[in-house]
């Protein structure tokens, strides 16, 4: 449960990104911003019939604030045929009935601890959180090969954690909120863009142009995972971002025009090169230029702003779901289930 101690060299690394400069806030840009219909041919591959969720649930720990569970459940979507199962683990408010959902997800390497504070800041605060187990970390090679069927794979995934968290009778599954940093904040922007039970979206360190981000960025899982991939089709890095381009129906750019800029917080920083800043902020520009934190930094020394960061999004997120009922996508196929709550067999223990 507990986060590893970072090295006391981190610490005064971090240190010093804090001491070398401010977040600035971008308010969001004046004027309506038409929002666009998501058309059925980009939709309707994210449907799948509703199905029931064997879900089992263990409680892992207990205190003052809020009880910690560990769940798991089969995916149960026709024609899935990876044999993982969706694991996640539940932090609900103590007497906190039907109580709003934070989606909390993870980073690439899946390393929890990084958002855990985010997920247990919101829970002292009234929000039932997830943070749901990433699966893209260890078939980053097979995602680059076959791009779009990895962002569906990915959508209806945490879609089928908010089918169990509209059958569970402590959530509210009509008050659903996401935040997901790096590959978190991807899959946080792709959850929104096609699930409109989801009503306000903090992507953090997200771009535009996916195959550009893939050939382009320095983290060293993304650049080793693309090498094995130009190995394996005997191609050189600018064909294969050509290739990815040309099987990605919906890259981040092309769902763009389907969302509400005015439920979206982004998240950027200025120094990253992992995910480049110059693509954060082409995105920024195509969603309607939404409220936007921009932070001094780069990819990985953003974390100095943690204690920062989860208040601004706390407060997003409290007034997203204080506003008139809406959802980040105009139009997303979450009516293509034929229930909105398909039966949960819930095995908590």
Same mark, same amino acid.
């Given at each position: 449960?507990?986060?590893? %101690?970072? &090295?006391?060299? &981190? ?10 400069? &401010? ?47 560990? $769940? ?13 199962? %969706? ?9 906190? !009935? ?10 690439? *390497? ?76 991807? *899959? ?45 089709? /005997?191609? !050189?890095?600018?064909?294969? /971002? ?29 120094? !990253? ?8 902020? /082409? ?9 936007? @934190? ?31 009922? $809406?959802?980040?996508?105009? %139009?997303?196929?979450?009516? &293509? ?6 039966? @949960? ?5």
């Amino acid at each position: 449960m507990k986060p590893s %101690i970072p &090295c006391p060299a &981190c610490l005064i690394a971090l240190a010093l990104v804090v001491l070398s400069g &401010c977040a600035t806030t971008l308010p969001p840009a004046a004027g309506e911003r038409a929002v666009e219909v998501l058309p059925a041919e980009l939709g309707d591959a994210f449907c799948y019939p509703a199905a029931p969720i064997a879900a089992t649930v263990e409680l892992v720990e207990e205190n003052s604030h809020f009880r910690f569970y560990k $769940g798991s459940f089969s995916s149960g979507i026709p024609g899935d045929t990876d044999p993982t199962p %969706i694991t996640f683990e539940w932090y609900q408010p103590r007497d906190v !009935d039907m109580a709003p959902v934070a989606v909390v997800l993870p980073i690439l *390497n899946g390393q929890k601890h990084i958002v855990r504070p985010f997920a247990t800041y919101f829970t002292k605060r009234g929000y039932a959180s997830i943070i749901v187990d990433s699966r893209q970390r260890s078939t980053l090679t097979e995602d680059i090969l076959e791009p779009q069927a990895a962002i569906r794979q990915a959508v209806l995934r945490h879609r089928r954690v908010l089918d169990w968290v509209d059958s569970e009778p402590a959530l509210d599954g009509g008050r659903v909120v996401v935040f997901g940093a790096s590959l978190g904040g991807f *899959n946080a922007y792709f959850l929104s863009a096609f699930d409109d039970r989801v009503r306000g979206v903090a992507p953090a360190l997200v771009a535009a142009d996916l195959p550009h981000v893939f050939a382009n960025s320095n983290e060293r899982r993304i650049e080793e995972a693309f090498l094995e991939a130009m190995a394996e089709l /005997e191609i !050189d890095r600018g064909a294969l /971002e050509r290739r990815m381009r040309e099987m990605i129906e919906t890259d981040t750019t092309t769902v763009s025009s389907f969302l509400d800029a005015d439920r979206i917080l982004m998240v950027q920083a200025k120094r !990253d090169k992992a995910v480049p800043f110059e693509k954060q902020q /082409e995105l920024w520009e195509l969603l309607g230029e939404p409220e936007a @934190v921009v932070l001094p930094t780069g990819h990985l020394t953003a974390a100095a702003y943690i204690f920062y960061l989860r208040k601004r999004v706390l407060r997003f997120f409290d007034r997203v779901l204080a506003e008139p009922a $809406g959802s980040v996508a105009a %139009i997303s196929p979450a009516s &293509c289930l034929g229930s909105q709550s398909p039966p @949960v067999m819930s095995g908590k223990q």
